[in-house]
Antibody
Framework: QITLKESGPTLVKPTQTLTLTCTFSGFSLTTEGVGVAWIRQPPGKALEWLALVYWNDDKRYSPSLKSRLTITKDTSKNQVVLTMTNMDPVDTATYYC??????????????????WGQGTMVTVSS | QSALTQPASVSGSPGQSITISCTGTSSDIGKYKYVSWYQHHPGKAPKFLIYYVNKRPSGVSDRFSASKSGNTASLTISGLQAEDEADYYCNSYTSDSTWVFGGGTRLTVL
């Protein structure tokens, strides 16, 4: 059974750097085709894809946020960390991590975000 | 990368069918079959409903179906039930090698 859980501060000040950790179980981030993504949702707004790291350390970033984001993985700890610099009140959101796989259980193409964590709310305020 | 375009809201009565559209471009929906759909009840984790345009993960009701034509993907929910009331999001892989979500559609079951 795959599970993911986000952790990190609930409140950060403007201009600070946010560090969020996704701790997962039930899969390995060394398995070909597997990735972990970060996705956020500001209050009352839509989901926004932020970043993803693959098993082979290939990293992808939202073009609009690329300069502020860094995603890393620690396979020994089963964790993925997202850092976002220069936080602003508009970054107030629930931040989710999610499992991604090239393939479904039958080996056919998938590539969706099939399992999500419960999310962690981050407020940016002085 | 602009968000995919979805209607802000749709509604239907129990037992009816509704369709939610998701319009992108030739750089995302029009180019790839990596289109997925998610159901999101507020306060809960989003649920994976559809992948690779029209595939259902194990455990997802066959009342949910989807398709794609050109730059537009569609999600159809048949036999509407009260528990279907939620927000629905489409997602597509893009030519930037990234992903983009739609703006979300609030489904109201009347």
């Amino acid at each position: 059974q795959i599970t993911l859980k986000e952790s990190g501060p609930t409140l950060v000040k403007p201009t600070q750097t946010l560090t969020l950790t996704c701790t997962f179980s039930g899969f390995s981030l060394t398995t070909e085709g597997v990735g972990v993504a970060w996705i956020r949702q500001p209050p009352g707004k839509a989901l926004e894809w932020l970043a993803l790291v693959y098993w082979n350390d290939d990293k992808r970033y939202s073009p609009s946020l690329k300069s502020r984001l860094t995603i890393t993985k620690d396979t020994s700890k089963n964790q993925v960390v997202l850092t976002m610099t220069n936080m602003d009140p508009v970054d107030t959101a629930t931040y989710y991590c999610a499992h991604n796989d090239y393939y479904d259980t039958s080996g056919s193409p998938q590539d969706g975000f099939d399992i999500w964590g419960q999310g962690t709310m981050v407020t940016v305020s002085s | 990368q602009s968000a995919l375009t979805q209607p802000a809201s749709v509604s239907g009565s129990p037992g009816q069918s509704i369709t939610i559209s998701c319009t992108g471009t030739s750089s995302d929906i029009g180019k790839y079959k990596y289109v997925s759909w998610y159901q999101h009840h507020p306060g809960k984790a989003p649920k994976f409903l559809i992948y690779y345009v029209n595939k259902r993960p194990s455990g997802v009701s066959d009342r949910f179906s989807a398709s794609k034509s050109g730059n537009t993907a569609s999600l159809t929910i048949s036999g509407l039930q009260a528990e279907d009331e939620a927000d629905y999001y489409c997602n597509s892989y893009t030519s930037d090698s990234t992903w983009v979500f739609g703006g979300g559609t609030r489904l109201t079951v009347l």
